[in-house]
């Protein structure tokens, strides 16, 4: 591991420090520093430091995202992970009891406290920005008039061919 790290927190479960360990040294086979590595992922420097510290769990996507840069099979890692959100310490290695836990649901995916499904973290914790998407009904109003057009233009062409 490299000589930068700093040493991870005593008390953490040995599945978390497994992972986190296996994640810095994934990170360092990159050659990336951590402000590469969040151009390169999509997760800040700050996030990545906060997961490779065991500050707190990253998203299962984080991790994804750091096997496709460095090529590996996510899989595995993906295995630990899931063992690691199992144990974590809530609140991360050493804060206060602020974070929610990390809890599987039946399906493998994460949720908040409880149990309850939640969505995926995207690139930021925190409060979420709200969405630019347009509502559904909005596409399917473009699809049905681009349809309709499409039928009217080709009616146009079948009566001009019948009448002339």
């Given amino acids: 591991m490299s000589a930068a790290w700093r040493p991870l927190p ?13 994640l810095r040294l994934l990170k360092d086979r990159t050659g990336l520093s951590l402000v590469a590595l969040g151009k390169e992922t999509a997760y800040s420097k700050s ?62 995916e994460h949720a908040k406290d409880g149990g309850r499904r ?3 973290s995207a690139r930021r914790s925190g409060p979420r920005r709200p969405s630019r998407k347009r509502p559904a009904w909005t596409w399917r109003s473009i699809a049905g008039l681009t349809a309709l057009l499409i039928l009217m233009a080709l009616l146009e062409g079948l009566l001009r061919n019948l009448m002339g």
Avoid: I
């Fill in 10 to 22: 005593e008390g953490l479960p040995p599945e978390v420090r497994h992972f986190v360990e296996q």
């Fill in 118 to 120: 939640a969505r995926p």
């Fill in 47 to 108: 996030s990545w430091q906060r997961y490779l510290n065991a500050q707190q769990p990253p998203p299962r996507q984080a991790v994804t995202a750091l096997c496709r840069v460095a090529q590996e099979d996510s899989e595995r890692f993906c295995a630990r992970w899931e063992l690691a959100v199992r144990v974590w310490p809530r609140g991360g290695a050493g804060g206060a009891d602020s974070a929610p836990r990390v809890v599987l649901s039946k399906a493998g």
